[in-house]
Nanobody, 120 residues
Framework: QLQASGGGLVPPGGSLRLSCVAH????????VGWFRQAPGKKREWVSC????????YYADFIKGRFTISRDNSKTTVYLQMNSLEPEDTALYYC???????????????WGQGTQVTVSS
């Protein structure tokens, strides 16, 4: 199971760090990604760690504001989000899959989501 946490309410320009913790397994050899879904919109991909733990990918709209990382225990992946904008308001999910090198919308494990709200 994956557990996402760290969401909250922040003003525009603020920062949050989301965590995705794997329970019962390590993320070694798993592609791990962050996705988000705003009300009335489709789920969209945000960022991804390749299965080899070396490559990172970001959606174009991130514009250098977010950073994905993982801890040495290989059970937690983080998403550091800076310069948050109201358009970043969404429910953020993490997902992992050992059968894929990169992220996709059909990943095997999904967390429950953590709400990020950017508002003044």
């Amino acid at each position: 199971q994956l557990q996402a946490s760290g969401g909250g309410l922040v003003p525009p320009g603020g920062s949050l760090r989301l965590s995705c913790v794997a329970h019962g397994f390590t993320l070694d050899g798993y592609a791990v990604g962050w996705f988000r879904q705003a009300p009335g919109k489709k789920r969209e991909w945000v960022s991804c760690f390749s299965a080899d733990g070396i490559r990172t990918y970001y959606a174009d709209f991130i514009k250098g504001r977010f950073t994905i990382s993982r801890d040495n225990s290989k059970t937690t992946v983080y998403l550091q989000m800076n310069s948050l904008e109201p358009e970043d308001t969404a429910l953020y999910y993490c997902a992992a899959d050992a059968s894929s090198d990169a992220c996709n919308y059909n990943m095997h494990h999904w967390g429950q989501g953590t709400q990020v709200t950017v508002s003044s």
